[in-house]
């Protein structure tokens, strides 16, 4: 009999077991699985931040859509993301859109353009009232970038990660007034070295992994990168005895997540649905995960004997001055600038958001 009822008592545990992991079985079997590569190092801050955007896609679709996933240089350079998912050599990238510039100069502007903090950039590109009530994040200003994107990359972007704003500047110098910031070699890529070069500054481009021996070397003076928590680790705080950051005029970076337009249009309606709204969730996931992470990292930076610091509000003054004026030079001369300009002076205006912006960033 006991032999009996513990043959009855696993049959009932077997059977409970498979009501609940059968169906999730089935649930987790892919209907796509793409290969897809970010533009970063296996390692690196910004690899982990896009990484965590496949999981909530992976996680938000119950496993309808899975990846297989690579850093930059496994299958393609970095810089190369988008060109290769708009070949069909990826499916899908993971990358900022400094590296589209080439192509779209207005596209930089989705990334670390100085001037917007990144609640801002959320409310600009995500939260006007075109979309009041509905799941559809894409404001007007966003569909603008996602039209460039189809049209000269062939791809359909969506948000990935939104960081906290990019450190200014490592700097082996200190920087005390707007002639010490025009006296460095900066590295710095982006809209953010065309605006550092329109305000009179010296900037020299380079990859990522030649930054900080150029720094060790003399070669560059300063140089901008990427957000604090992910740089220490690389190694900026070693090299660098100054860590500027500029709360008068932000600059985080918007990282994307791209898929091949042939790819994106097998996909069927409800599940294009979900990754959209993954991918919304997973660039609000990261700016609070950033500034964790960022806050953390403060203290082990100057433990390795960086000096923290923010500039001088006259040199933030100074860019944010020169940033408007280069974006209204660049509006005058591209059609797409002055279309997301238009947008931006609405948001922006006395009549729209500009006179609270102040007050969020004091809420940071």
């Not at 496994?74 to 400094?98: F, H, K, M, S």
């Not at 009232?129 to 189809?150: N, P, S």
């Not at 110098?173 to 953010?192: E, F």
Request: glycine share 8%; hydrophobic share 45%; charged share 25%.
């Amino acid at each position: 009999m006991r032999l009996g009822k513990k043959l009855m008592v696993l049959a009932l545990v077997l059977m409970l077991g498979a009501a609940f992991v059968l169906p999730s079985m089935a649930a987790n079997k892919p209907e796509f699985v793409w290969k897809v590569q970010s533009s970063w190092p296996r390692g690196s801050g910004l690899h982990y931040l896009q990484m965590r955007t496949l999981d909530f896609v992976e996680e938000w679709t119950n496993g309808r859509v899975k990846f297989e996933r690579h850093s930059a240089g496994e299958i393609v350079p970095g810089y190369e993301t988008w060109n290769a998912v708009q070949r069909g050599v990826l499916d899908a990238g993971l990358a900022c859109t400094c590296y589209t510039m080439r192509k779209d100069w207005t596209s930089g502007m989705y990334c670390s353009a100085p001037g917007l903090g990144p609640v801002e950039k959320m409310a600009f590109y995500h939260g006007t009232k075109d979309v009041a009530g509905t799941k559809d994040y894409r404001t007007a200003v966003w569909k603008l970038l996602e039209k460039i994107g189809m049209e000269k990359f062939g791809v359909e972007i969506m948000p990935s990660a939104m960081q906290t704003t990019e450190t200014f500047l490592y700097s082996t110098k200190p920087i005390n007034s707007i002639k010490d910031l025009q006296s460095l070699k900066i590295r710095s890529v982006g809209v953010r070295g065309d605006v550092f070069k329109f305000a009179g500054c010296s900037v020299v481009g380079m990859p990522a992994g030649e930054v900080m021996p150029a720094l060790e070397r003399g070669v560059i003076d300063a140089a901008e990168f990427a957000n604090f928590f992910g740089d220490v680790d690389l190694g900026f705080a070693d090299v660098a005895k100054y860590i500027y950051l500029n709360p008068y005029s932000s600059a985080p970076s918007n990282l994307m997540f791209f898929i091949n337009k042939d790819v994106w249009a097998k996909v069927p309606d409800d599940l294009k649905a979900q990754i959209r709204e993954a991918a919304f969730e997973s660039m609000k996931w990261s700016l609070s995960e950033c500034l964790f992470l960022d806050f953390l990292k403060m203290k082990k930076a100057e433990q390795l004997g960086a000096k923290v610091a923010t500039i001088p509000m006259e040199v933030g003054e100074y860019l944010d001055k020169k940033a408007l004026e280069f974006y209204a030079k660049k509006a005058k001369e591209d059609p797409e600038m002055a279309e997301y300009m238009k947008y931006y002076d609405q948001f922006f205006n006395k009549e729209g958001y500009g006179k609270y912006v102040h007050f969020v960033n004091d809420l940071l």
